[in-house]
């Protein structure tokens, strides 16, 4: 048979580093592929290579036994081959049903269209509203709408890069059903994701890339996962060590009956939110993206304010009026969720990012910038992060997506906060680095500092949170401690729509 | 009544340049892409135009001539931004200094007579009602052409698909070129349609308006409609709401002289300029709209990447 997909001896370089390297694999109709490596491997390189949209300096591409030359993402598309970004290639400024109406051929009709998304996306589990403006679509939302957007052109070959990175649990069910019935119906599947056991469940063979070369080609169904690892990432994987939390006596971080409406009509309005985070301890906040979180970090971070100052209290002190320079003056420190745009500044290189939260640190003196000191600051964080790049003048766009992740974690962390807010804190980190950075948040709140997580993922809320709290429709459970408690009924309180009617289409998940 | 009659047309046929000028540099910019050469293609729009006139070809046959030397000058700022990725500030500076020194050197053996002006139209019957005629139905086509045009750029941007790849390569070329689309050549046509509008915004100037050739007869209409455009926030109702505003303004600074207001005429000439740009400055203090319809990638080179 002929293979939907072969590679022949695919090479891409970029300055100072090689990519991809004499890459060959091949995919056949029907096949789950997954591609595996540790961050920087040259995953996502070799996808937008695939997809037309990065173009390699020597190799060949087949789809279906003949030549693609002069390969771009339009031939793609009309080849039937279809891709979910790691970082998303929506439009901000328009509604999620104009962002898919680009993608897809046919007329252009977009109330049919939007009754369309609306159905598709609630059977595939992930359900979007398409009239929302993509600029105020939480990280998860906007992979939901990546996804549906592929799913609705009924393609040949789909390229899946990190599509679960921020999904919940139970979309991700969901998603893996869709995607067998693609399967069994001739798509051929790409699939990239540091999630081992979701390897395992999906995908019938596995590539693993390590620095652009292919290391390994393993059978993920027959292998055990710990193997997997060992094959990206070369080595043993470090150990957690989660020593019992002391926690201070006075909380650092208090909010009281915070209430904020929405910021537009399809926000979430936040109702009377009280809770205590403590030094010396991690509190998580779990909950299903779009339940309000955005807004509550926005008002946590300082973003946006709050016009009563007693509604959160940083160290004691009535913050909510306070910008987010000058709770970051508090001892606060926060790594937003959109590590392009909001954590870091794209073309901007690494020693630039670093300034843009570190410049406290005796970085800037008489409002010039020490640049030495700078570079010094940065080199500091890719060492001990571990982040592949070209050293703190490579740009940060420039980065792998995990790699910029590190980046960024590690530019907060080294900060020594006294109350750290994280959301999504291993988005689209390896299985290695992912383990070093819950790590070290461990190790911050047991120097003392407050910790709040912000994240999708059970599981790492579960291996390092003292105590959990869920989101559920701008309304925070009563906190849960965490070895008290279980997936299941963390599950059913994120599900729970609060108590107003149930306008929240996350409910059609249960169902 | 007569007066307010004058004021009026006065008004709808000073704002007519302005319309053409400043939605077409509406649609380029709206795809990302910043050409200050206004100037320079009105120019050349309005010496071709005039040109063909004096050779005796029909008045259509000039306009269309105009359009095309606008389109054929925005052609050389396309090779420039778009291809060899040139600044496109510079690109356009030199584009409307290009524009006018070409354009008078052409105009040197045009000679100094007024020529017949385009013909207002004549429909029987509604023309010749009392006042509602003379203030509405009594314009040479051009204007009609200029509302019709509005429209029609307005579907074109909010209804159709086309206005949708084109609004959304002017918020990111990147994601475009990244889900297929063809961004430079989509962004040519958007700066050619440019070229085309200024030029017919000259055309209209030495052949309708004027109807005379003189030397940098523009006298910067190409600057204030480049104005116009981000003072009202890149939507089309506010460039025409903008347009009659400074058509009025120059109307009324023009009656204020005659009737001898004892303001030095210098000061009147400016009002026009003042008065617009502080009226646009007020409503566009909403700065969530203004991100809504800013082309977030106004001015910044795209070349796929690699
Ligand atoms: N535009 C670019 N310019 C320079 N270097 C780049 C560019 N894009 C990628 N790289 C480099 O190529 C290497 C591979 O990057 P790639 O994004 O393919 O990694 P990845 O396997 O997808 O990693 P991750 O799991 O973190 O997403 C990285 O070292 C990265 O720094
Ligand atoms: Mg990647």
């Known amino acids: ?34 591609v595996l490596g540790e961050n920087g491997a040259g995953k996502s390189t070799l996808m937008k290579i695939i997809y037309g949209a990065a173009q390699a300096d020597s190799g060949e591409i087949y789809c279906d036994g003949k030549r693609i030359e002069a390969h771009n993402p339009a031939i793609s598309r009309s080849l039937g081959i279809e891709m979910v970004y790691q970082h998303f290639a929506l439009f ?114 596995a590539t693993v890339l390590r620095n652009g070369r292919v290391t390994g080609v393993a059978r993920p169904k027959e292998t055990t996962s710990l193997e997997l690892a060992r094959m990206m990432v070369g080595s043993q994987l470090p150990e957690m060590h989660v020593s019992p939390s002391v926690p201070s006596e006075k909380p650092v971080l208090e909010v009281r009956g915070l209430s904020a409406p929405a910021r537009d009509e399809y926000g979430t309005e936040l109702t009377n939110i009280s809770f205590d985070v403590h030094g010396g301890e991690i509190v998580g906040l779990a909950g299903v993206s779009g339940n309000g979180q955005a807004e509550l970090i926005a008002l946590l971070s300082g973003e946006r304010t709050h016009s009563r100052s007693e509604t959160i209290l940083i160290g004691g002190r009535p913050s909510g009026h306070l910008g987010a ?51 010094d600051f940065a080199r500091r964080i890719i060492d001990r992060f571990k982040v592949k790049a070209n050293g703190p003048q490579s740009s940060a766009q420039s980065l792998s997506g995990g790699n910029l992740q590190k980046f960024i974690v590690g530019r907060e962390l080294t900060l020594e906060p006294k109350l750290l807010l994280v959301s999504q804190p291993t988005w689209g980190v390896d299985v290695g680095a992912a383990a070093f950075i819950r790590q070290t948040l461990v190790d911050l709140s047991r120097a003392g500092a407050a910790v709040l997580v912000v994240s999708e993922e059970l599981d790492e809320l579960f291996e390092i949170c003292d105590r959990l709290l869920v989101i559920s429709n701008g309304r925070v459970s009563p906190p849960l401690i965490r070895k008290q408690t279980n997936r299941e009924e963390i599950g059913l309180l994120m599900t729970r729509v609060g108590h107003g009617e149930a306008r929240r289409s996350e409910v059609a998940l249960e169902n | ?39 320079g293609m009105m120019l050349m729009g309005a010496a071709f135009a005039f040109w063909a006139v004096i050779s005796g070809l029909p008045m259509p046959v000039a306009i269309a001539a105009g359009a095309l030397a606008g389109a054929a000058t925005s052609l050389l700022f396309g090779v420039l931004a778009l291809t060899f990725l040139t600044n496109q500030y510079a690109a ?29 139209i004549h429909i029987p019957l509604l023309s010749d009602i009392p006042v509602v005629g003379p203030l509405f139905f009594r314009f040479d086509p051009m204007v009609y052409l200029a509302i019709a045009i509005f429209g029609l750029i307005t579907w074109f941007l909010y209804r159709t698909k086309g206005g949708l790849i084109l609004r959304t390569i002017g918020e990111s070329p990147e994601t475009s070129h990244a889900i297929g689309y063809p961004v430079t050549r989509i962004r040519y046509m958007a700066v050619l349609f440019g070229g ?65 207001i004892a303001v030095p005429s210098e000061l009147l000439s400016a009002l026009p300029y003042l008065a617009t740009i502080i009226v646009l400055v007020i409503i566009s203090q909403n700065r969530q709209m203004l991100a809504l319809h800013f082309p977030a990638s106004l001015a910044k080179p795209f070349r796929a990447a690699s």
């Open chain 2, 1 to 39: 009544m007569d007066l307010f009659i004058a004021i009026f047309t006065g008004t709808i046929i000073a704002a007519t340049p302005l319309i053409f000028a400043s939605l077409g540099e509406l649609v380029v910019e709206k795809s990302g892409v910043l050409n200050l050469g206004l100037e």
């Open chain 1, 92 to 205: 901000e400024s328009v509604s999620v049903v104009e962002n898919i109406a680009l993608a897809i051929k046919g007329v252009f009709d977009l109330d049919r269209l939007a009754a369309e998304i609306k159905t598709l996306s609630a059977r595939y589990g992930m359900p979007i509203d398409p009239h929302r403006r993509v600029h105020d679509l939480s990280v998860g939302e906007r992979q939901r709408v990546e996804i549906v957007r592929c799913l609705l052109q009924s393609p040949k070959l789909l390229i899946l890069d990190e599509p679960t990175s921020v999904l919940t649990p139970q979309a991700v069910v969901k998603l893996f059903e869709t995607l067998r019935q693609l399967a069994s119906e001739g798509c051929s599947i790409v699939y990239i994701s540091h999630k081992l056991d979701e390897v395992q469940e999906l995908c019938d063979t």
């Open chain 1, 325 to 375: 320079g000058e709770r970051r003056k508090l001892g606060m420190a926060f790594v937003p969720e959109e590590r392009l745009g909001r954590g870091a500044v794209p073309p901007h290189c690494l020693w630039e990012n670093a300034l843009l939260t570190a410049h406290r640190t005796g970085l800037v003196r008489k409002g010039l910038v020490e640049r030495g000191q700078a570079r």
């Open chain 2, 92 to 120: 356009g500076l030199a584009l409307a200094i290009f524009g006018s020194g070409v354009s008078a050197f052409l105009g040197r053996g045009f000679g100094s007579t007024p020529i017949d002006a385009l013909k207002r």
């Open chain 2, 196 to 260: 085309l509008m200024a030029g017919l915004a000259g055309a209209y100037l030495s052949v309708a308006y004027t109807p005379l050739w003189v030397e940098n007869m523009t006298a910067g209409k190409g600057w204030i409609s480049l104005a116009l455009v981000v003072f009202a926030t890149w939507r089309p109702l506010r460039v025409l709401i903008g347009a009659w505003l400074f058509g009025g303004m120059t109307i009324l600074q023009l009656q204020g002289q005659a009737l001898g």
């Open chain 1, 1 to 34: 048979m002929i293979p939907r997909l072969e590679l022949h001896n695919i090479t891409k370089s970029y300055p100072g580093i090689v990519a991809n390297e004499d890459i060959s694999l091949s995919i056949q109709r029907g096949e789950v592929h997954a």
